[in-house]
C-alpha cells in the first residue's frame, strides 16, 4: 500500500517547487510518467492561494483534501496522526525579504505547526523540508534541534546533490582535496544555496568527512576576482569547471561577472583548512542555462582536477526533480533519511554568513557556531540523464 502523505506549501502553480515535486505523486514521475512513487498524497494546506491556483482542481481530480490549517493535514480533522509522511515545501510566493536580501519564507513555522501534531499525538513521521532549513542560521538550528528531540527522520535540501552529472562524477570517499570550486548563477540567496549544497554534497566525501566551517566571506565586482587570485590553484579550477559547459569559453567570465549587478563570490573555509569558492556567475550565464552549475576540485596526488556539470532540466516538466522526489520516497518508505540533514543545516548556516557578509560590504564573518560534523552516504546521483 502507498504510504500516506501531507504537503504544506506556500502556493501550488504551474512550475512552483510544489508542482515539480507534487507533480511526481499525482502523475507519476517525470519526464515519461510511467512509474510513480509509492506515496499517496492525502491533503494538502496551501498558505497562499494566488490566481494562477492548481490545486483546488487538482484536489477534484485525485481525491486529496484541501485543508485550511497544518494541523488538518497531517490529522484529516481527527485527534490523531494521519499520515506517513509530510512535504513541507516553503518555496516561491509573495513573502518579504529582510535587509540583508533574505527571502522569509515561513519553513520555520511550517516545521514548528507540523511538530507541534507531532508533539500532542506523541508520534513522529518522516519530515522533508525543500531546499535549505530557514533564512537565518537561529531558526535553521532550532529545526534542526527540534526534530532530533522528537526524533523526526529529517531530509532537507536541493534538487541539485541528486541531479546528473556529467561525467558521473563521485569523489572517492576519503580523498584529500587541496581546493574546490562551484559556479552558479541566478539571485544570490535563492540560487546560491543550490550552488552551496552542490559543493557540499562533493567535498563531504574528502578525509575526515565534514567537519564544519570557521568563516565565509561575500565578494563583489573585482574583489572576486582578487580573491582568486590569491590561490594558485583557484583559477585552473575555474577553468577545469568551465571545461565542463559546452560553448563556453574562461576568457569572457572576469569582464562578464564584472559587468553584472548581481554577480558574486562565496569564499568558504571549511575547519579542517580546505578552502572553496562559489562563484555566482551572473552575467556569464544566465538564468535557464542547462548545466549552469559547474563543480571542480583539487584531489591530491591526481595530474587533473575531478570535474563535472550538475545537468538540470531547466524547463518543463523540470525531471530532475523527479531524482530529489526518490529520495523523498526513500525516506517516507523507510523511515531514514538516504543522505544527512546536516549537509543541509552545514549549507544554511553557510549561506547566512555569506549574506551576513554580503551586507557588511564583504567583512569576513567567522563562523564558530557552524561546528558541524557528519560523514557523506552512498546515496547518490541520478544515473541516466
Not at 510518467?33 to 498524497?41: F, Q
Not at 524547463?315 to 522526489?325: K, N, Q, V
Not at 518508505?333 to 543541509?344: F, I, K, L, S
Request: proline fraction near 6%; charged fraction near 25%; charge should be positive.
Amino acid at each position: 500500500m502507498p504510504k500516506k502523505v501531507a504537503a504544506i506549501v506556500t502556493e501550488y502553480r504551474r512550475g512552483s517547487h510544489a508542482d515539480v515535486i507534487i507533480g511526481n505523486l499525482l502523475e507519476g514521475y517525470a519526464p515519461d510518467r510511467k512509474t510513480r512513487p509509492d506515496l499517496e498524497l492525502v491533503s494538502l494546506y496551501t498558505d497562499q492561494l494566488p490566481n494562477t491556483d492548481m490545486s483546488r482542481d487538482l484536489a477534484k481530480r485525485h481525491r486529496f483534501k484541501i485543508c485550511t490549517t497544518i494541523s488538518e493535514a497531517l490529522t484529516l480533522g481527527t485527534d490523531k496522526l494521519a499520515v506517513e509522511g509530510v512535504l513541507s515545501i516553503g518555496e516561491h510566493g509573495n513573502y518579504p525579504h529582510n535587509e540583508k536580501g533574505q527571502h522569509l519564507y515561513p519553513r520555520r513555522r511550517f516545521f514548528e505547526e507540523i511538530c507541534k501534531v507531532f508533539d500532542k499525538t506523541g508520534r513522529s513521521v518522516p519530515v522533508f523540508n525543500d531546499k535549505h532549513l530557514a533564512p537565518t542560521w537561529d531558526d535553521a538550528r532550532w529545526m534542526y534541534d527540534r526534530a532530533r528531540k522528537l526524533m523526526v527522520p529529517f531530509l532537507a535540501g536541493s534538487s541539485v546533490p541528486t541531479a546528473w552529472r556529467s561525467p558521473k562524477l563521485i569523489l572517492p570517499k576519503e580523498s584529500r582535496l587541496s581546493g574546490a570550486i562551484q559556479l552558479g548563477y541566478g539571485p544570490i540567496e535563492a540560487y546560491g544555496f543550490h550552488a552551496l549544497e552542490g559543493l557540499q554534497c562533493m567535498v563531504e566525501r574528502r578525509q575526515g568527512g565534514a567537519t564544519g566551517v570557521a568563516a565565509a566571506t561575500f565578494h563583489d565586482g573585482k574583489s572576486m576576482w582578487d580573491a582568486i587570485d590569491k590561490h594558485s590553484w583557484a583559477m585552473p579550477l575555474v577553468e577545469a569547471a568551465i571545461a565542463q559547459f559546452p560553448d563556453r569559453s574562461p576568457d569572457d567570465i572576469r569582464k562578464a561577472t564584472a559587468r553584472a549587478k548581481d554577480a558574486g563570490l562565496f569564499e568558504v573555509e571549511y575547519r579542517d583548512g580546505l578552502r572553496a569558492f562559489v562563484v555566482m556567475a551572473n552575467g556569464w550565464v544566465k538564468k535557464g542555462s542547462e548545466g549552469a552549475f559547474l563543480f571542480a576540485a583539487r584531489i591530491d596526488g591526481e595530474a587533473k582536477p575531478a570535474a563535472c556539470q550538475f545537468k538540470l532540466q531547466n524547463g518543463p516538466p523540470y525531471s530532475h526533480f523527479a531524482e530529489l522526489t526518490k529520495a523523498i520516497e526513500s525516506l517516507i518508505r523507510t523511515g531514514h533519511a538516504p543522505y544527512p540533514v546536516e549537509r543541509t543545516l552545514l549549507a544554511t548556516g553557510v549561506l547566512d554568513a555569506a549574506m551576513t557578509s554580503r551586507f557588511k560590504k564583504g567583512a569576513r564573518m567567522p563562523t564558530p557556531h557552524l561546528d558541524v560534523r557528519y560523514r557523506a552516504t552512498e546515496w547518490g546521483p541520478a544515473t541516466t540523464p
